[in-house]
């Protein structure tokens, strides 16, 4: 089954203690990007890549890293998490990232940082 | 900037009411134009998208009409379910935007639909 998946599903921390939020694709999908979703706000993007190796920043960078290694993986780092990103993170991919192409989300992980 | 900009919920109907949520953009180039709807607990799928003016995307009932003319891509459905109910997001992706590949949402509509 072609899917997006991502772990964990939710996840609570503390403030300062370094996580990872993987996200895994089996679509062979050049083009991988991560959201946050907040209340009235809608879904903002906060870094994509094009393909392996080649990563860069959306609307909302501040605070993440991402890695692209491996064309199927794309795992979002906070190194230093703070409460205001408590938030709920989507990982996407699509085709080549091409304006008209369906992009293809996880399910979704849910983060509180205390 | 491009942006997109949608009708602010919740919206609640009946069971076999009609459908409307208004979506209008604001795009650089000749945008794609999607709808995708969250379905509670789970993430965003694709409901319909339209690459092109005067093109009409539909799915599972629901159709678009992209209007270049009033940059307006509204959803609509003739008959509402209760299996319906969920978040719908506007969202447009610009040939010529200066991020390949992302997608910019409205702030979503939450449709609650009652038996």
């Known amino acids: 089954e072609a899917q997006v998946t991502q772990n964990p599903r939710y996840l609570i921390t503390v403030t300062g203690k370094k996580l990872t939020v993987t996200c895994s694709q089996n679509?062979?999908?050049?083009?991988m990007s991560w959201y946050r979703q907040d209340p009235g706000l809608g879904l903002r993007q906060i870094y994509y890549?094009?393909?392996?190796?080649?990563?860069d920043k959306g609307d909302v960078p501040e605070g993440y890293k991402v890695s692209r290694k491996e064309k199927r993986n794309f795992p979002l780092i906070l190194e230093s998490p703070s409460p205001n990103q408590t938030s709920l993170y989507f990982c996407a991919s699509s085709s080549q990232g091409g304006w008209t192409d369906t992009q293809y989300f996880g399910p979704g992980t849910r983060l509180t940082v205390l | 900037g491009d942006s997109v900009t949608q009708m602010e919920g919740p919206v609640t109907l009946s069971e076999e009411a009609f459908l409307t949520i208004n979506c209008t953009y604001t795009?650089?180039?000749?945008?794609?134009l999607f709808w995708y709807v969250q379905y509670p607990g789970e993430g965003l799928q694709l409901l319909l998208k339209?690459?092109?003016?005067?093109d009409k995307g539909s799915n599972k009932g629901f159709e678009a009409t992209y209007r270049k003319e009033t940059t307006s891509f509204h959803l609509e459905k003739g008959s509402v379910q209760v299996s319906d109910s969920a978040v719908y997001f506007c969202?447009?992706?610009?040939?010529?935007?200066?991020?390949?590949?992302?997608?910019?949402f409205g702030r979503g509509t939450q449709l609650t639909v009652w038996p």
């Open positions: 969202a447009l992706s610009d040939d010529r935007g200066s991020t390949l590949g992302r997608l910019y």
């Open positions: 795009a650089t180039g000749y945008p794609s």
């Open positions: 339209a690459t092109k003016a005067d």
């Open positions: 679509m062979n999908h050049e083009y």
């Open positions: 890549s094009m393909n392996v190796e080649v990563t």
